[in-house]
């Protein structure tokens, strides 16, 4: 029914930029608040930036300062651009989102995950 799709990740030097994005596509209704998470091997996932369907936005405290999120509620869409990058926020980064669908309850979707690797 919904899918989250997302794009941009790569490798950047410590100290570069890199900005991943997501969309969200299917039988949507709204979308409510919309996530980035992050997950080393063998580590939990960290939930790393929100922002709600109003703009409200919160940050971990390790990224606090160098990343951004964004949204355009009318494509869906959620952005997270990451600055001043070091090789501790090298990571699988997942959007996550709340979605009222068709003919359906509020569900938690997640995209199939974008790898960013900050090494020199």
């Known amino acids: 029914q919904v899918m989250l799709v997302e794009s941009g990740g790569g490798l950047v030097q410590p100290g570069g930029s890199l900005r991943v994005s997501c969309a969200a596509s299917g039988t949507i209704i709204r979308v409510f608040a919309m996530r980035w998470y992050r997950q080393t091997p063998g580590s939990q996932r960290e939930l790393v930036a929100t922002?709600?369907?109003?703009?409200?936005?919160t940050y971990a405290d390790s990224v606090k300062g160098r990343f951004t999120i964004s949204r355009d509620n009318a494509k869906n869409t959620v952005d997270l651009q990451m600055n001043d990058l070091r090789p501790e926020d090298t990571a699988v980064y997942y959007c996550n989102a709340d979605v009222a669908v068709v003919h359906g309850a509020i569900k938690d979707y997640w995209g199939q995950g974008t790898q960013v690797t900050v090494s020199s």
């Open positions: 922002v709600s369907s109003i703009g409200t936005t």
